[in-house]
Nanobody, 116 residues
Framework: VQLQASGGGLVQAGGSVRLSCAPS????????MGWYRQAPGKQREAVAH????????YADSSVQGRFTISRDNAKNTVHLQINSLKPEDTAVYYC??????????WGKGTLVTVSS
């Protein structure tokens, strides 16, 4: 089972994009779903996550206020709305889901390119 991320593309600075992630099969009931990103030449970094109870965490002040994470527990999907895009948001965005017991599922990522 894998997670399939979608919604990336080429966007102008100041624009918006909505990323979505859905599992290819049954992954149970993840207690945590979220997003990481990896910019060119940089290490993968956490962006945001959301618990099954609805609590959210944004990893960095640079994304808070512009990024909004949401999820549908019934469908095990997670979304990331990104507004006011900046060139430094250019990255491959990866979604993940962590289930009880610690096992994590990952997607292959979706590329967001922000042009200035």
């Amino acid at each position: 089972v894998q997670l399939q991320a979608s919604g990336g593309g080429l966007v102008q600075a100041g624009g918006s994009v909505r990323l979505s992630c859905a599992p290819s099969g049954n992954i149970g009931s993840p207690n945590l779903m979220g997003w990481y990103r990896q910019a060119p030449g940089k290490q993968r970094e956490a962006v945001a996550h959301m618990t099954s109870g609805g609590s959210t965490n944004y990893a960095d002040s640079s994304v808070q206020g512009r990024f909004t994470i949401s999820r549908d527990n019934a469908k095990n999907t997670v979304h990331l709305q990104i507004n006011s895009l900046k060139p430094e948001d250019t990255a491959v965005y990866y979604c993940y889901a962590r289930v009880v017991g610690g096992m994590a599922y990952w997607g292959k990522g979706t590329l967001v390119t922000v042009s200035s």
